[in-house]
């Protein structure tokens, strides 16, 4: 009678079992958005150390590795700030800046990797900076890139690692606003801007003045890859008399297009592989649905061919290589894996794992991101992702949906940490890459001009009513959350989609683009023009402006409404958004507001974004309603 009560006990369980395994276990928030144990590794030019950024005391510090010995060192221990960026020199010192605050202030420091001993190299108050070449020919000189002498525009130095000594190599005229060196770190190309024309110049020599030879429109795009080795020629990405950009080889002394090295109607090719120590092109790449790459390198193609078959699937991306090129850092990554960095050396193939960006996930517990794609209202072909939760359901989600940050972007097919918190919650995630966005082609891009409030805005709403009418998605429960300009389409989702939306997440959000525009920084004054062209002039565009705008129409907004915001966001008037937020309170409409005091433009503590997506969790588990 027992072994007969124990088999009818078991038989009364296996339904309740197997129901659970088609349950989707619920991941801690913390282990989706924790800053990684190491990140951003690069290899010495001798090919004897790696270096990676990694947290101490929550501050972002940088540590050496000895590849001979495996041992770690930690290099350096600030509390105060964390380091925002670093490389490595020709004569194997470490060059790194921190990220002092909202001033824009920086100072450069060089580690003397054997002894760990550093030295401040410069500070600089309200100054951007940028490293632009290392020159093998003079390891102990860097040349750098600052608005030191105008906050508009970007001169060109030369800095001695040794002395200290800074020299200003190239003044600019004013309209410079790209410089491209060659590889021996003389700068032979520039790019110009009058605000809306873009002129590529060309000089052959230090002593030689500039001269123009391409001036185009700025939505015809020529970027200067790099100077061939006949130095009479250079590699770009054009999009001149073609819709979609093109690798080319041009002629540097008329400007004539040479030759088309790789095209695709498939995309724009965004992508590409080049090495500065062989001087050769290794690879064209473009994402359409994902990300492909074409191989104009046998021997290049060889390398990624047997990583490809030590590796378990997924992208490979090539992040930094040692002189010789016999070692490589690469990083793998699919929709289900955050990214994993491996040591490649060509030297019998050996393939290294050096750390899991998040290793407290696993793939198999994560959901696919698949292509979709739908027609808009007018016929134009949208393109997205779409990640649907684990299990049996395949309908009648809850939505969130994401609008990207700005048209002049895109979605792209990877891992993504806010997707998969959400489809972890029992979310379906929408990614909408609506007209404007790149890597679709120049028309496809500019057929977003001026409709920041317009055609971009139906196209999310189209996408959304396509999941609905698929019965992918719940009608009664559909979300938009996004940041900065994302943040801005949420807030004009509930506002002008009002039947649509149950509710909208503002992260560090756009409500007013006549402050917007205002507030551009002096450094992007020369884009002003383009600006003007791409999203309005507030003069001109006064009526449009006023009838897109958030701050205008809080009368419209009766959903609920989470915002974030950071108090020291340097392109934000929190003045401006604190009144929005009083505005809707008045009216009962129920919104939650944080402001952080020591963030900007995305929250960099841990401790904040713990906190911003526990509050995200709640709210849209109160509007949502994801119930068992």
């Known amino acids: 009678m027992l072994r007969c009560f124990k088999y009818l006990l ?61 041992k770690e060192r930690m290099a350096t221990s600030f509390t105060d700030n964390p380091i925002r960026d670093y490389f490595w020199t020709y004569n194997n010192q470490l060059v790194f800046n921190q990220d002092v605050g909202e001033n824009e202030e920086f100072s450069l420091y060089a580690l003397n990797v054997k002894t760990l001993q550093m030295r401040t190299l410069l500070t600089q108050v309200k100054t951007r900076m940028w490293l632009l070449n290392r020159n093998r020919k003079e390891p102990d000189v860097i040349t750098i890139v600052m608005n030191k002498r105008n906050p508009a525009t970007f001169d060109v130095y030369k800095l001695n690692l040794t002395s200290g000594q800074l020299s200003l190599y190239i003044a600019n005229p004013g309209n410079i606003t790209e410089w491209y060196p060659d590889n021996d770190g003389k700068i032979k190309l520039a790019k110009a801007t009058d605000g809306v024309d873009e002129t590529i110049l060309y000089r052959t020599s230090d002593e030689s003045p500039f001269k123009p030879i391409i001036k185009n429109n700025f939505k015809n795009k020529v970027d200067p890859i790099a100077i061939t080795t006949k130095g009479n020629s ?4 054009s999009n001149v008399n073609r819709d979609k950009s093109a690798l080319v080889e041009i002629d540097a002394n008329t400007g004539k297009e040479v030759k088309v090295v790789y095209s695709t109607d498939k995309a724009d090719v965004m992508d590409y592989g080049y090495s ?22 046998d021997e290049f193609k060889s390398i990624y061919s047997d990583i490809k078959t030590k590796v378990n699937g997924g992208v490979v991306k090539f992040v930094d290589r040692d002189t010789s090129e016999s070692k490589y850092i690469i990083i793998t990554y699919t929709d289900r894996n955050p990214g994993t960095f491996y040591l490649y050396e060509r030297k019998g193939g050996k393939l290294t794992r050096l750390s899991n960006l998040n290793a407290s996930l696993k793939p198999e517990e994560l959901c696919a991101m698949k292509p979709v794609s739908f027609r808009a209202a007018d016929g134009m072909l949208i393109n997205g992702y779409l990640t649907l939760p684990l299990g ?69 709403a189209d996408g959304v009513n396509w999941l609905i009418k698929e019965k992918v998605a719940d009608p009664k429960r559909v979300a938009i959350m996004g940041a900065r300009f994302g943040g801005f389409s949420a807030l004009y989702g509930v506002s002008f989609y009002p039947k649509l939306y149950k509710c909208a997440i503002v992260q560090y959000g756009l409500i007013n683009f006549f402050t917007y525009i205002k507030d551009i920084p002096p450094y992007r004054q020369p884009q002003l023009q383009m600006t003007y062209e791409q999203v309005g002039n507030p003069e001109t565009d006064a009526n449009l402006f006023r009838a897109i705008s958030p701050v205008f129409h809080t009368d419209k907004i009766k959903s609920p409404v989470l915002m974030f915001q950071g108090a020291k966001d340097p392109r934000a008037n929190i003045s401006e958004i604190n009144q929005f937020v009083r505005e809707i309170q008045k009216r009962n409409v129920p919104i939650r507001y944080i402001l952080k005091a020591n963030e900007r433009y995305s929250f960099r503590s841990e401790h904040n974004r713990m906190d911003m997506y526990s509050q995200i969790e709640r709210f849209l588990d109160d509007y949502l309603k994801v119930k068992p």
């Open 392 to 460: 049996k359901k395949k309908e009648n989600y809850p939505l969130v949906v994401m609008p990207h940050d700005w048209p002049r972007n895109r979605n792209v097919w990877g891992y993504n940490a806010e997707v998969q918190f959400l489809a972890n919650r029992g979310y379906a995630v929408f990614q909408v890459n609506y007209r404007g966005s790149t890597g679709y082609g120049k028309a496809f891009w500019s057929a977003g001009f001026k409709q920041v409030g317009g055609k971009i805005q139906s196209d999310i």
């Open 276 to 297: 500065r120590n062989r001087h050769r092109l290794e690879y064209a790449g473009w994402e359409d649905d994902k990300p492909h790459k074409y191989f104009l390198n």
């Open 10 to 70: 078991l038989l009364a369980l296996l339904p309740l079992f197997f129901s659970c395994q088609d349950e989707q276990k619920q991941i801690p928030i913390s282990d989706f958005f924790k800053t990684p144990e190491k990140s951003f590794i690069k290899i010495s030019p001798d090919g004897k150390y790696l270096a990676y950024l990694k947290p101490y005391k929550e501050k972002q510090n940088l540590f050496i590795q000895s590849l001979a010995d495996g």
């Open 234 to 237: 250079f590699y770009a990405l």
